[in-house]
């Protein structure tokens, strides 16, 4: 039985549009991830410039739909002061505080700051996209 020539052209539209919010939306979630990842950088109590606001970075699965912003690691390692085989991460202890230091957090208020608004931009992306490719077939 043959297809309709409609539904064919349905599903091709369908297939076409599902790659292009999918593009647009990877697009758009990098570009939200680099603005969280700057306010977090200029939120650093100790200056954009040293070890904790250089050890902030983006890591993302390979289909770039799941992005990670991280700080601390290697770059934020130190050594507890007469006890070397203990060493702990720079970055918590800023964001957390410790026994002997107050928190100084810059890594979750961003996010909390910022993530209403990022959802906000990837469904008008989204709906953008819709609207824009709808309009033009």
């Given at each position: 039985?043959?297809?309709?020539?409609?539904?064919?052209?349905?599903?091709?539209?369908?297939?076409?549009?599902?790659?292009?919010?999918?593009?647009?939306?990877?697009?758009?979630?990098?570009?939200?991830?680099?603005?969280?990842?700057?306010?977090?950088?200029?939120?650093?109590?100790?200056?954009?410039?040293?070890?904790?606001?250089?050890?902030?970075?983006?890591?993302?699965?390979r289909d770039g739909l799941l992005m990670r912003i991280k700080a601390g690691g290697l770059l934020t390692m130190r050594l507890h002061g007469g006890d070397e085989r203990k060493p702990y991460d720079y970055a918590r202890a800023v964001e957390f505080g410790t026994e002997k230091m107050n928190a100084h957090?810059?890594?979750?208020?961003?996010?909390?700051?910022?993530?209403?608004?990022?959802?906000a931009a990837m469904k008008r992306k989204i709906t953008k996209t819709i609207k824009q490719y709808s309009a033009t077939e």
């Open positions: 039985m043959a297809k309709n020539q409609s539904v064919e052209k349905f599903q091709r539209l369908t297939v076409e549009l599902k790659r292009r919010v999918y593009t647009d939306a990877v697009a758009e979630l990098a570009v939200q991830s680099d603005r969280l990842m700057q306010t977090m950088i200029s939120a650093v109590p100790y200056g954009p410039t040293g070890d904790l606001a250089k050890s902030i970075r983006k890591e993302s699965d957090p810059f890594f979750f208020p961003s996010y909390r700051l910022m993530r209403k608004d990022m959802k």
